[in-house]
Nanobody, 121 residues
Framework: QLVESGGGSVQAGGSLRLSCAAS????????MGWFRQAPGKEREFVAA???????DYRDSVKGRFTISRDNAKNTVFLQMNSLKPEDTAVYYC?????????????????WGQGTQVTVSS
């Protein structure tokens, strides 16, 4: 089970930190990441981190978002700074046994329920 927290409403330029706590099994050998879905749009990849610490981000969030993980706590984080109205979406935590699946459209083995992020101008 994956449970996200940390969503909310902020003004443009603000920050939020999302957390995703995994339970039921250990995910230290899995890749962990985030997707988002805005109203009327398809779900899109945001960021991912593999078990070795390799990172990937979608271009529009590079330099503003930082993904990290704490394997001891089975948790992945997404620090979001300099938020823009176009970042408004439901953010989903996702875990997959293959890191490449985040980038090839085949993700993911496990999904969270989502947390709303709203950025006002």
């Amino acid at each position: 089970q994956l449970v996200e927290s940390g969503g909310g409403s902020v003004q443009a330029g603000g920050s939020l930190r999302l957390s995703c706590a995994a339970s039921g099994r250990t995910f230290s050998n899995y890749a962990m990441g985030w997707f988002r879905q805005a109203p009327g749009k398809e779900r899109e990849f945001v960021a991912a981190i593999n078990r070795g610490g390799a990172l990937d981000y979608r271009d529009s969030v590079k330099g503003r978002f930082t993904i990290s993980r704490d394997n001891a706590k089975n948790t992945v984080f997404l620090q979001m700074n300099s938020l823009k109205p176009e970042d408004t979406a439901v953010y989903y935590c996702a875990v997959d046994s293959r890191y490449s699946d985040y980038l090839n459209g085949l993700c993911c083995d496990y999904w969270g329920q989502g947390t709303q992020v709203t950025v006002s101008s």
